[in-house]
């Protein structure tokens, strides 16, 4: 599994960070944040419940390319969490690291607002998860994509992540 990369994607509050940050501690990856790379211009948008734009998005999608394909360069086994929420943005994703994964965190909005609401200290403001799910186009057959119901345990879904990567 040499040089791995997956992307934990998903809709606001899925778990991206979650699931991402345990898979990569109990396989000894990388973990990377994708939130952290939003330029600070987007993450004022998000903290007043604006949804971001494609534009908004071109950039940071930029940098997590240039990320994906360094990893890639240096055979870098790596977790990333990034919503990744339109097919197109995930083809540049790809097109920066071949043979890139993604792990799809599904669950009903209902699931999701709870989440966001219930959460403290994060910019990104409950009302925008009706956006997300407007915006989200499911990896339905798509190559390296693992869809998992995100409502399931973290333990659960490291050990299901941590059986594909293996069987692959
Ligand atoms: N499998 C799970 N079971 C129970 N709670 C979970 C699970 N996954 C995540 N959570 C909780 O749901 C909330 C959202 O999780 P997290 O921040 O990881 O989501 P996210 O997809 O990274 O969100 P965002 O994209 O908005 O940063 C957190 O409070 C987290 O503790
Ligand atoms: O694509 C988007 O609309 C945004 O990037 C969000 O999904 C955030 O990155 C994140 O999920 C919020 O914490």
């Known amino acids: 599994m040499s040089g791995t ?8 509050g899925c778990g991206k960070s979650t699931v991402g940050k345990a898979c990569a501690e ?14 600070d211009a987007s993450i004022a948008k998000m903290r007043a419940g604006e949804p971001l734009t494609d534009s908004d998005r071109a950039e940071w999608l930029h940098r997590l390319s240039e990320l994906l394909a360094d ?5 870098r086994q790596l977790f990333l969490p990034c919503s990744a929420l339109r097919r197109a943005y995930r083809e540049q994703l790809r097109s920066a690291h071949p043979g890139l994964r993604f792990v799809f965190l599904s669950l009903t909005q209902d699931d999701s607002l709870a989440r966001v609401s219930q959460r403290h200290g994060h910019f990104f403001a ?3 998860v009706a956006s997300q799910f407007a915006t989200l186009e499911a990896p339905a057959n798509e190559d390296g994509v693992l869809t998992v119901d995100a409502m399931l345990p973290v333990e659960t879904l490291v050990d299901q992540v941590s059986t ?5």
Do not use: I, K, Q, T
């Open 5 to 12: 990369a997956v992307v934990v994607m998903g809709v606001s």
């Open 26 to 39: 109990a396989l000894g990856w990388d973990f990377v944040d994708g939130d952290d790379f939003h330029s």
């Open 71 to 75: 990893a890639h360069a240096e055979h």
């Open 126 to 128: 409950p009302a925008l």
């Open 164 to 168: 594909w990567l293996n069987r692959a």
